[in-house]
């Protein structure tokens, strides 16, 4: 199956379980506060869950585009992005486990065919309802594994809002891809196993304080992540190596004139700013503009990181609008707003790509400098006055400086750093 393909099948099926499907909304939040940017399927139904709003329909469907910047430093990884598509089923005070779980294992095993044999479940610590729910539908006790709050408790999305404890389907990519020890099992951090959907009982709101209370009523919030679940169902052990990722990597390599897959540093690089490529182009074409605060923060963090990257593959100019453009004619047919909006957000990366040219090969040498001189000074560490230097004067997000300096043993005061601002 294709990744259009899993995407229209998922819709489908909840809406012939009675499901309205609703259009993603934007990454920026509608009036949330305690949310920079759109990170979960839920967040447009938040009011729902509150009751402070009627929804359209008690059961609910979407494909929501996604971004968490919690995963920035893990891009590259088989498993992490920043730019995400979530499919989700909602039930607001509708159905409840028996339905959510009883769904989820008959779309996974029925509709996109994995064996039911490589499939884990996770459960809350004492969630015994959802242990027999599983296990009514044949799957063995022994993959059934109870987990904490770390691990089996979701949300919430923000410093406050709705939250609950969840269950969780792990596909098992096998024992060839694990850390051969006896007690590997979801959660495990060897990459082994690949969480593809969580089912969320959302039964509580918890305050800036931590405290909860019971929402009016029980509901269902499930988010799979598109591009895992294409990653198994296709047959692939990382999310680069699906359809919605080799139009970008093809793309650059044909620029940087270097082939995926002869070197890892720089397989690595071109995950990055393909992975990257699509959130900037998603979150320009959704109102974010580059700044030094807040969502514009992070999309400029992004942009110079990409723009780096590019001119490192030996190119000497930075290509993301190139890759941009790339995806936005891969993923325009879902998404028709980054087509009605690609020549502002072209522009933009443009702008900014040459901006960031224009002190980028000054700022190198001034940092190279300053680690020449650290190293004999001060261990390896670079003053947060010298950060904050690369930062106002060259432009270099403090993340940046800290990652190039990290791949020659240098650490970053970020404290100084912070004084310095």
């Known amino acids: 199956m294709t990744s259009d393909e899993i995407r229209a099948a998922f819709l489908s099926f909840f809406e012939e379980k009675g499901h309205k499907i609703i259009p993603s909304s934007s990454l920026i939040p509608k009036e949330d506060p305690t949310l920079l940017l759109t990170s979960a399927g839920m967040v447009q139904f938040k009011p729902y869950f509150l009751g402070e709003a009627s929804p359209p329909n008690p059961r609910l469907a979407s494909c929501q585009k996604c971004f968490r910047t919690t995963d920035i430093e893990l891009v590259g990884d088989p498993s992490h992005l920043t730019f995400f598509e979530m499919l989700g089923n909602f039930s607001i005070g509708d159905y409840f486990k028996q339905e959510a779980i009883s769904w989820a294992w008959e779309f996974v095993t029925q509709h996109l065919g994995l064996p039911p044999q490589r499939l884990w479940i996770t459960i809350f610590l004492d969630d015994d309802e959802s242990f027999r729910c599983w296990q009514k539908l044949g799957v063995p006790p022994q993959r059934i594994l109870r987990f904490g709050e770390q691990d089996n408790f979701w949300g919430p ?57 019971l929402l009016p009523k029980p509901n269902i919030d499930t988010g ?31 620029l940087a004139k270097v082939k995926y897959g002869s070197d890892d540093e720089t397989d690595n690089t071109m995950r990055v700013i393909a992975e990257h490529s699509r959130g900037i182009a998603f979150l320009i074409g959704d109102g974010v503009m580059p700044s030094n605060e807040g969502r514009g923060y992070v999309l400029r963090r992004l942009l110079r990181r990409a723009a780096f990257l590019s001119e490192a593959l030996g190119v000497g100019i930075p290509f993301v609008a190139e890759t941009a453009k790339t995806a936005i004619e891969q993923m325009g047919h879902i998404y028709p707003e980054i087509v009605q909006r690609r020549d502002f957000i072209i522009k933009v990366i443009e702008l900014e790509e040459a901006r960031f040219s224009e ?35 060259y432009g270099f997000p403090v993340e940046l400086t800290t990652e190039i300096a990290a791949d020659r043993g240098f650490s970053i005061d970020l404290d100084g750093f912070e004084r310095e601002m």
């Open 157 to 213: 999305a923000g410093d406050s809002g709705p939250c609950g404890p969840c269950s969780e389907i792990h596909y098992d990519l096998g024992e060839e891809f694990g850390c051969g020890q006896l007690s590997c099992a979801p959660n495990c951090d060897c990459g082994r196993f690949s969480e593809i959907w969580n089912l969320v009982f959302t039964q509580y709101n918890q305050d800036k304080d931590g405290r909860r209370t």
């Open 224 to 254: 799979m992540g598109l591009e895992r679940t294409a990653a198994v169902v296709q047959g692939k052990t990382s999310i680069y190596e699906t359809d919605l990722f080799a139009p970008l990597l093809e793309c650059i390599s044909k």
């Open 359 to 393: 002190t980028l090969s000054t700022g190198l040498e001034l940092l190279d400098g300053i680690m020449a001189e650290a190293a004999g000074k001060r261990g390896k560490r670079i003053s947060g006055k010298q950060a904050f230097k690369l930062y106002d004067t």
